[in-house]
């Protein structure tokens, strides 16, 4: 079964710096890898997507991923950080089971963005 | 707006009951899924439905159940409820083929006291 770490639980930055989550992921098969955010007390939101392709994968509200298949990566970014950018960030991985797609969650990041 | 819609948003009920929470899934999308956000246990899939037909189990427990109407929204039952069971519930839907986008609902939040 494919599986997903988020590495730290909680990341703060400060206002306009870098934003960097960690997502590595283990599946024994090509991953459809994603990010979903959640702020608080809302659903769960794709900000990107990553299924064939292109490895940089870019999102809403200036954030992208690379998929780097050596490193079994997808680390989320986005160069400057933004107040309303606080929110929960959840990586996963799509994980087929008798010819059924389920998405499989990491535990969550929370990004705290200090002014 | 992902366009799925769950009712009710917040539910609490006592130890002991059963509810039902229901999922409107976006206009065209033929899979529902089902998902419990707690603290300790983060997103947990229950339960897929495909056209009507259950397509893939995960932890779901045995005193959940759920179904996909024909007008393709779906229920989630939960009996005998416990404390442990308060949670976030998600539903989720999407078109058939892979690779398309898991569309969220923003959950029903259920607490037993």
């Known amino acids: 079964a494919q599986s997903v770490t988020q590495l730290g639980s909680h990341v703060s930055v400060s206002e306009g710096a870098l934003v960097l989550l960690r997502c590595n992921y283990s599946s024994s098969v090509p991953p459809y890898l994603f990010w979903y955010v959640q702020y608080p007390n809302q659903g769960l939101q794709l900000l990107l997507k990553?299924?064939?392709?292109?490895?940089l994968v870019k999102g809403i509200n200036g954030f992208e991923a690379e998929f780097k298949k050596s490193e079994t990566s997808f680390h989320l970014t986005k160069p400057s950080a933004h107040m309303s950018d606080a929110a929960e960030y959840f990586c996963?991985?799509?994980?087929?089971?008798?010819?059924?797609?389920?998405?499989?969650f990491g535990k969550g990041t929370k990004l705290t963005v200090n002014p | 707006d992902s366009g799925v819609t769950q009712t009710p948003k917040h539910l609490i009920t006592a130890t002991g009951q059963r509810v039902t929470l229901r999922c409107s899934p976006r206009s065209g999308d033929l899979s529902v899924y089902w998902y419990q956000q707690s603290l300790d246990q983060g997103l947990q899939f229950l339960i897929q439905?495909?056209?009507?037909?259950?397509?893939a189990k995960g932890n779901i427990l045995e005193r959940f159940s759920a179904q996909q109407f024909p007008d393709l929204h779906s229920e989630l039952n939960l009996s005998s409820l416990e404390l442990g069971d308060s949670a976030l519930y998600f539903c989720a839907s999407k078109k058939g083929s892979s690779g398309n986008t898991i569309y969220f609902g923003e959950g029903s939040w259920l607490t037993v006291v």
């Open positions: 990553y299924t064939t392709g292109a490895t």
């Open positions: 439905y495909y056209n009507g037909e259950e397509r």
């Open positions: 996963a991985v799509s994980d087929w089971e008798g010819g059924s797609e389920k998405l499989v």
